[in-house]
């Protein structure tokens, strides 16, 4: 059986104000939300805190959007496996295209962390996707396998949430059409061991295409940027139709 996992990614957005208000108002959203979902947020590391209080006894799960991928040490800026799990946080995002082209994270890197996640019984979410001029050139298929290829040497299938994330798509609004990213997903799932992972879409989710998007097969969930920042609006994708 395949998990539906509905995650929202909130990038470098909220302080802790504004993160506890948000998560007062989504709570009783999220009560009578069909059990088989799980709900995760993604907050920024200085909102974990507050938030792991907060959302104690609530159906929604905790995500951070980065882990380091040694113990401890001289790593200016980054955060460890440690310090996320001692506060609550369960999942973590892990190879997201923001982080490939702004902070040089690489297929290696991202195979670091991904392993450090685990290894703290962390769930990562990876993310892995094409640019547009990729997409034109034919190259789709190609990326992807060959990102998971590399990301995946050595992980544990088990506990894994894959996001497929079309980089054109991202905060563009020009949502992949929903049998187009139905189709890609499809792929990545024929490259998995466990054809039972959670394979989410990502990219201009909102509460006008959750319905559709959630309809097509291969599509297990979706990692939600833009619309998870407004409570009413990331409740209307949680209880998608
Ligand atoms: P948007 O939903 O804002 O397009 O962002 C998608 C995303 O990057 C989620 O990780």
């Known amino acids: 059986m395949r998990k539906i996992v509905i995650a929202g990614n909130w990038k470098m957005h909220k302080n802790q104000a504004e993160s506890l208000k948000f998560v007062q108002a989504f709570k009783s959203k999220t009560e009578n939300t069909d059990e088989s979902r799980e709900i995760i947020l993604c907050a920024p590391f200085t909102s974990l805190t507050v938030m792991s209080k907060n959302l104690h006894g609530s159906r929604v799960m905790l995500g951070a959007q980065n882990i380091h991928w040694e113990i401890e040490g001289a790593y200016t800026g980054e955060i460890s496996g440690e310090m996320l799990t001692e506060i609550g946080v369960n999942y973590v995002i892990v190879g997201h295209s923001e982080r490939r082209q702004y902070f040089g994270e690489t297929d290696e890197t991202v195979n670091l962390r991904l392993k450090r996640a685990q290894e703290y019984r962390m769930k990562p979410i990876l993310c892995v996707g094409e640019t ?46 929903s049998t187009e990213a139905n189709r890609v997903i499809g792929i990545i799932r024929q490259q998995l061991d466990n054809k039972n992972v959670t394979i989410q879409y990502g990219g201009s989710v909102k509460p006008g295409n959750i319905d559709e998007i959630m309809s097509q097969a291969e599509i297990d969930g979706v990692l939600v940027g833009g619309a998870s920042l407004e409570a009413a609006d990331f409740a209307r994708i949680v209880n998608y139709q």
């Open 132 to 177: 547009k001029s990729q997409r034109d050139a034919g190259e789709t298929e190609n990326i992807i396998i060959n990102q998971l290829k590399q990301d995946l040497v050595g992980i544990d299938q088990n506990n894994l949430i894959i996001a497929y994330e079309p980089i054109w798509a991202i905060g563009t609004g020009d949502t992949c059409e």
